[in-house]
Nanobody
Framework: QVQLVESGGGLVQAGGSLRLSCAAS????????MGWSRQVPGKERELVAR???????TYADSVKGRFTISMDNAKNMVYLQSSNLKPEDTAVYYC???????????????WGQGTQVTVSS
């Protein structure tokens, strides 16, 4: 079993910055990829950023140039550094990963419980 715990959410003013952290724990052999998604009530969850164990990153067009995803492989941590935040960034942000927990097993998807980010006008 893998657990993901997000932290760092909160209330910020437009134009401000925020750093989200996600810690993965459990019997982890490999995490690949890890990412951040967000969801607004009434809308579908959307991918914000993703990073592979090799460091390859992808971003949603809406956050490209403002958000940076990074990963600490040794600590099983993934981060999302956001800047120039906008009211439309307001959402619950979820950490997710695909994890291998046993040799010869299958990679399975895991999700954190989410952390609220609210950007005021």
């Amino acid at each position: 079993q893998v657990q993901l715990v997000e932290s760092g959410g909160g209330l910020v003013q437009a134009g401000g910055s925020l750093r989200l952290s996600c810690a993965a724990s459990g019997r982890i052999i490999s995490l690949n990829p890890m990412g951040w998604s967000r969801q607004v009530p009434g809308k579908e969850r959307e991918l914000v950023a993703r990073i592979t164990s090799g460091g390859s990153t992808t971003y949603a067009d809406s956050v490209k140039g403002r958000f940076t995803i990074s990963m600490d492989n040794a600590k099983n941590m993934v981060y999302l550094q956001s800047s120039n935040l906008k009211p439309e960034d307001t959402a619950v942000y979820y950490c997710n990963c695909n994890a291998l927990t046993s040799p010869g097993g299958l990679f399975r998807g895991y999700w954190g419980q989410g952390t609220q980010v609210t950007v005021s006008s």
